[in-house]
């Protein structure tokens, strides 16, 4: 819905025909760079020392030899993995530039290793397949393209407009279709039993009578979902899926991640920003149900419509799809 409303006004203004990637694979790290940042400030993340840490470090590896056939992980300088500490927030992100997020409150829900393979594969092939690059290049119109780079690296604010952007940002039906396909055939080559996608989004689709976890806003788990992540792996691999593995091929086990986690313990890097405001970035970005308001926000600080003013901190900041005020 929303890349449909800014392609309306943006359409006019996109350079058109002009073959390759607007977007760098250099300026697509500097983007993830950027977001990484704008994250940090905005969620906890566990240490990289803690074994929980470590884990996702030794979980990711696997993932980059296979997403290789899809694109090559150089482009994006290999991938990074950050575990985000919130206990209460069951969501998956993947940045441009290879930058992969899991939160702890998804490696709870998870019942086994192999659906949060089937996730972080989907969030990987997000990367491979360019959508979260192709996004912006669609939403923007050519000058504010070019606005947000200063040579390859970012311009000042574009990083906290661009993680704006994402937050808001809901990919397509087409591109939710490819990532499930990409995505499953990546967790098969990791090693893992490929059923882990379609059997995590049908524990969503229990949740979702409620207030759902914040993956199903951005992912809707439908049975058609489902049955079609099914089909494709019973085409495609047979019963050599079942035989690959729902256990974590990493020393740590689900199980010992999953009470390391609950234990009070997990060696935490705190965010930088105080807690009231990242409420309020939270409500702005990953909950559901404010992608309307996000949308009008969007479009008024001139992502849309062909606005001729270059993307700047002020008019997102007062949108509130970023740091600002979330509207009522
Ligand atoms: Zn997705």
Not at 97 to 104: D, F, V
Request: hydrophobic share 35%; net charge positive.
């Amino acid at each position: 819905m929303i890349r449909k409303l800014i392609y309306l006004g943006a359409a006019l203004f996109l350079l058109e025909g002009c073959g390759g990637a607007l977007i760098s694979n250099k300026q697509e790290r500097s983007i993830g760079r950027g977001v990484h940042a704008e994250l940090k400030s905005e969620y906890a993340l566990v240490s990289p020392k803690d074994p929980v840490g470590k884990w996702a470090k030794a979980f990711i590896r696997p993932f980059q030899k296979a997403s290789e056939r899809f694109r090559s992980s150089r482009e994006i300088g290999g991938y990074k993995i950050a575990v985000i500490a919130d206990d209460t927030l069951v969501n998956a992100f993947a940045a441009p530039g290879g930058y992969t997020y899991l939160s702890t409150g998804l490696i709870l829900k998870s019942k086994s290793c192999a659906e949060i393979a089937g996730v972080m594969g989907h969030e990987l092939a997000h990367v491979t397949q360019r959508h979260g690059a192709k996004s912006i290049e669609k939403a923007l119109a050519g000058q504010q393209l070019i606005g947000l780079f200063f040579d390859e690296g970012l311009a000042a604010n574009s990083a906290e407009i661009i993680w704006g952007f994402l937050q808001a940002t809901t990919f397509s039906r087409e591109d939710e279709t490819e990532a499930d396909t990409v995505g499953l055939k990546v967790s098969y080559h990791a090693g893992y039993n490929p059923y882990g996608l379609a059997n995590f989004f049908k524990s969503l689709l229990k949740d979702s009578g409620g207030d759902g976890p914040e993956f199903l806003s951005s992912h809707p788990a439908t049975s058609k979902r489902v049955r079609s992540v099914r089909s494709q792996i019973k085409r495609l691999y047979g019963k050599k899926a079942s035989k690959k593995s729902s256990e974590c091929l990493t020393k740590m086990k689900l199980k010992d991640l999953k009470a390391r986690i609950r234990s009070g313990k997990m060696k935490v890097i705190a965010k930088t920003k105080s807690t009231q405001s990242s409420k309020k970035a939270t409500a702005a970005g990953w909950s559901k149900g404010s992608a309307k308001k996000k949308k009008s926000s969007a479009t008024k600080a001139g992502w849309g419509k062909g606005a001729t003013k270059k993307p700047s901190k002020s008019p997102a900041t007062k949108s509130g799809w970023s740091k600002g005020k979330e509207t009522p």
